[in-house]
């Protein structure tokens, strides 16, 4: 069974940073691509970062030199680096695998930026 677990989200002030980690078991984390995604009610849940082959790499426009997404195969962990946060980056965000198996989400982790 692949569970998908994010944590690391919280409150943070404009300016300020945060990283967010997701935990993937039961499937062969290394092989395949991992991305991020956030949605704010109401709204369309929108790719935010995606690491792929090769460590390609893919970013919303507005997140790009701000954000990074990264992976440790050896712990089975993908993490998304958030700096010079934004209040608009205020999401949930959800950590997504498709492997053979089938489609994965995460539960979320709330972002809130605010001072």
């Known amino acids: 069974q692949v569970q998908v677990v994010e944590s690391g989200g919280g409150l943070v002030q404009p300016g300020g940073s945060l990283r967010l980690s997701c935990v993937v078991s039961g499937s062969r984390f290394s092989i395949y691509p991992m991305e991020w995604h956030r949605q704010v009610p109401g709204n369309q849940r929108e790719l935010v970062a995606g690491i792929y082959i090769d460590d390609n790499t893919k970013y919303l426009d507005s997140v790009k030199g701000r954000f990074t997404i990264s992976r440790d195969n050896a712990k089975n962990t993908v993490y998304l680096q958030m700096n010079s946060v934004k209040p608009e980056d205020t999401a949930t965000y959800y950590c997504?695998?498709?492997?053979?198996?089938?489609?994965?989400w995460g539960r979320g982790t709330q972002v809130t930026v605010s001072s």
């Open positions: 997504h695998q498709v492997n053979s198996a089938g489609d994965y």
